[in-house]
């Protein structure tokens, strides 16, 4: 009965562990979605797409800055071999190279923080969305893989 007990209470951690970890990667995947629509908003006023909106600006850096203050936590060791449904996934370099994925994360955060303070026109959000876009996809090209 003792033995019974304790293979039900590691196969219920185990359980938990899996799905702790599949939470994990919702909420990465949550967070990149996330900067990727706010980009999208800079993206298209810097292309004419839309026209300048300030609070839509102000909007949109505030969420990136947010995912970016927190940005290696989104990447704990947990979910290191996880292949989550959609077109990209973390590459193993995120954890086989953290100090140099954290610098990157630095990078972005403090590049996001930046334009915070200097965007206050549409000449300045095209300069400082080159900044943003460019600390993204500096770290995309190591750090993410495109699923097959």
């Not at 810097?46 to 300030?54: F, M, N």
């Amino acid at each position: 009965m003792f033995r019974t007990g304790i293979v039900a209470a590691t196969l219920l951690l185990g359980v938990g562990v899996v799905a702790a970890a599949e939470d994990q990667v919702a909420l990465t995947q949550t967070a990149m979605k996330s900067n990727l629509k706010n980009a999208i908003v800079l993206y298209d006023m810097t292309k004419g797409k839309t026209t300048y909106d300030q609070t839509a600006v102000d909007a949109a850096l505030v969420g990136l800055e947010d995912v970016a203050k927190r940005f290696p936590s989104f990447f704990p060791e947990s979910i290191k071999d996880k292949r989550p449904k959609g077109d990209y996934y973390a590459s193993t370099k995120v954890w086989t190279q953290r100090a140099d994925f954290e610098a990157h994360a630095a990078t972005f955060a403090k590049v996001v923080g930046e334009a915070k303070t200097k965007v206050k026109d549409l000449d300045s959000l095209k300069t400082e969305f080159t900044a943003i876009n460019d600390a993204c996809l500096g770290c995309h090209e190591t750090y993410r893989v495109k699923a097959h």
